[in-house]
């Protein structure tokens, strides 16, 4: 009831903000949004260790606490930061009152999903989690590319909806509750396969899995910053805790399923990162980047059950707690991440890496923050996102060593999978980070007099503080993590080997960061009476100008080259001719292989096949009376017949 009434506040501040003043609405629904919050993380932590789920269609237990934990932090902050981007809105005339309705119940549709004990009550909250982050996406559809990426959007999130909607039912035969789910699906055999099939791809639609992801990349880019940051960060792990809360439900799956989902993870993996390379606008970087991350959480969760399938418990908690981990990780350097790209788009009004450059000079505080959060979404050591990725290895590592072949491979291929992934991500964040504040500026957007907007760094210290507490406190953000894998597999499987590592890395990484801050207060008293200035590696040159620094698609073309088998790639290009060669060009673009020759032909072909019922929508007001005629007709007949 705590948690409802959390739930409620949050969404009453929406509510009620409607005859709030455009220059309050944003502080009012911030306000309700931390007071719900508070009442949500306490009735969350409470939780945490109780098997009892609660009365109802609503409870709680580990597994749900932590996802509530996740929403509950990044949610307001996101609804706080909104206050200076809207700005670019509210400065212009528009109305953000029904922004601000959806808003909060974004945040709190997501809350009742991970809380729902039926199948009813889930997929109500699903619908309105789906409901209101389309009308979130859809704010700014006067431009055709948000129009069609909000409509491609609420497409896909019905499909999703459907897949779910008939994977439970198929296993509703005793009920829709949770509890008679469970005992359906433990008899095993179809009543188990069929079910899991369809709401893995259903869930896998809204995680953003390959090849069911290119919907994420298109409408990410077209929301508010602060939006992408909520629907990449958050919104899309409800994906990954659908497939979690699954396999919560039934009996111990088989290996093949272990294996498929552990292909499907390092495949989305794979082409997440890379995709990561080839794009320019940088909302469709992270956008990308959230699929190769959702990636890495679905192979976790893939070794989590070759473990439980095999009879090898360590392997099994070192997958389900890092893909647990990693989600938890995920959602605050992403929306960080996105908080600070659309503060940087307010300031430039671009996306477009080539337009961008040296904003580091003129944003020094953000330029550090958002250091951090590519150094945590890179898997750098000392911040978070190392340690999810850590126990994914060790269970690749474990499956190594195991004595079955079919594991030995699996665990071999995937941890190699995963190590290049990682060396992509790490390589395009800094291309990302280098093209956006490093050198000189690339155009005259770049050459902004705004500075460093206060909220937004006061909102991604916050969050930057997180990624690195949780970065030098693994054994902390372990337990976490361990105890929401003991839903998924019954029982805490304990052991010492993992909380001690645990313990040595936390020394290690504290007195690394101990070093590192040691590194920059003596830096910063050397500098301190340094007077004067001079280009960086002047190299005899007087006048440093753009064209003589790397472009971020010149920096990320090794990597290109070798994957362009997998890269839908079109180039024009003019070849300078003459004497004096003048006039030469060359321009590349990139496409999603999966959009290009599976998505846009299926569309085609969809509304060629709806264009022969187009007489139908005739416009004219008799026709549809007698449309409703011949429908209430054959209702009778159908009634009668009965």
């Not at 009434?5 to 502080?27: C, H, Q, R, T, W």
Request: aromatic share 12%; net charge positive; hydrophobic share 55%.
């Amino acid at each position: 009831m705590l948690l409802a009434a959390g739930a409620g506040v949050i969404m009453a501040g929406g509510l009620l903000s409607v005859p709030v003043p455009e220059k309050n609405k944003a502080a009012f629904v911030s306000a309700f949004a931390f007071a719900g919050a508070a009442l949500c993380d306490f009735s969350a932590v409470t939780a945490f260790g109780s098997p009892a789920h609660g009365p109802g269609m609503f409870g709680l237990d580990s597994l749900s606490a932590v996802f509530v934990l996740m929403i509950c932090f990044t949610g307001p902050l996101g609804i706080l930061y909104s206050a200076s981007y809207m700005k670019i809105y509210t400065s212009a005339g528009r109305s953000t009152a029904a922004h601000y309705i959806f808003l909060p119940a974004l945040v709190s549709s997501m809350i009742f999903v991970v809380t729902a004990r039926d199948a009813v009550a889930f997929l109500f909250s699903w619908e309105v989690m789906a409901l209101s982050s389309f009308f979130l996406v859809a704010y700014d559809n006067s431009k055709k590319d948000v129009f069609d990426a909000s409509i491609y959007y609420l497409v896909m999130s019905h499909i999703s909806g459907a897949l779910i909607m008939a994977g439970f039912l198929t296993c509703s035969g005793n009920g829709f509750s949770f509890d008679a789910i469970k005992a359906w699906l433990a008899q095993g055999g179809s009543a188990l396969t069929v079910p899991f099939v369809l709401l893995f791809i259903g869930f896998g639609v809204k995680a953003g899995l390959a090849p069911l992801h290119t919907w994420l990349p298109a409408a990410h880019p077209a929301a508010p910053s602060h939006v992408s940051g909520l629907m990449s960060g958050v919104m899309i792990e409800m994906g990954i805790y659908g497939i979690l809360r699954i396999l919560a439900l039934s009996p111990v799956m088989p290996l093949w399923a272990g294996y498929g989902v552990l292909a499907m993870g390092m495949l989305t993996a794979l082409l997440g990162a890379l995709y990561t390379l080839t794009q320019r606008d940088y909302k469709r970087i992270l956008a990308y980047s959230s699929v190769e991350n959702t990636g890495i959480m679905t192979a976790g969760i893939g070794m989590g059950m070759l473990g439980a399938s095999s009879g090898r418990p360590l392997m099994c908690l070192l997958g389900y707690s890092g893909a647990i981990l990693h989600a938890m990780n995920h959602s605050v350097f992403k929306s960080m991440l996105f908080f600070g790209s659309g503060t940087i788009y307010a300031a430039t009004h671009t996306r477009d890496l080539e337009h961008l450059g040296g904003l580091a000079k003129k944003m020094p505080r953000l330029s550090v923050l958002f250091l951090t959060g590519t150094a945590a979404i890179s898997g750098l050591p000392i911040f978070n996102g190392f340690i999810g990725e850590l126990l994914i290895y060790l269970a690749m590592a474990q499956a190594i060593m195991a004595k079955t072949p079919g594991l030995t491979v699996a665990g071999a291929f995937s941890f190699a999978a995963l190590s290049f992934t990682g060396a992509m991500a790490l390589y395009g964040f800094i291309r990302l980070y280098s093209a956006i504040f490093s050198g000189t500026a690339r155009s005259a957007k770049a050459e902004i007099q705004a500075g460093d907007d206060r909220l937004t760094v006061v909102i991604m210290s916050v969050m930057a503080a997180v990624c690195l507490v949780l970065g030098l406190l693994p054994q902390a953000a372990f337990a976490i993590a361990e105890r929401a894998a003991s839903v998924i597999t019954g029982a805490a499987i304990g052991g010492d080997f993992v909380p001690a590592l645990m313990v040595k890395l936390s020394v290690i990484f504290t007195a690394a960061a101990a070093l590192i801050a040691a590194a920059a207060l003596i830096k910063n008293s050397l500098m301190k009476n340094k007077t004067g200035s001079a280009a960086t590696w002047g190299c005899g040159y007087r006048s440093p100008n753009p064209r003589m620094q790397y472009t971020a698609y010149a920096f990320a073309e090794p990597f290109i080259k070798t994957a362009e088998p997998f890269i839908a790639k079109q180039k024009e290009e003019i070849k300078p001719e003459g004497i004096y060669p003048q006039g030469g060009s060359y321009k590349a673009q990139f496409s999603d292989v999966f959009e290009k020759y599976a998505v846009k032909p299926a569309g085609e072909k969809t509304a060629g096949f709806l264009k022969l019922f187009s007489w139908i929508q005739s416009g004219k007001t008799g026709d549809y009376i007698m449309y409703g005629v011949i429908f209430l007709i054959a209702a009778v007949i159908w009634a009668v017949a009965a």
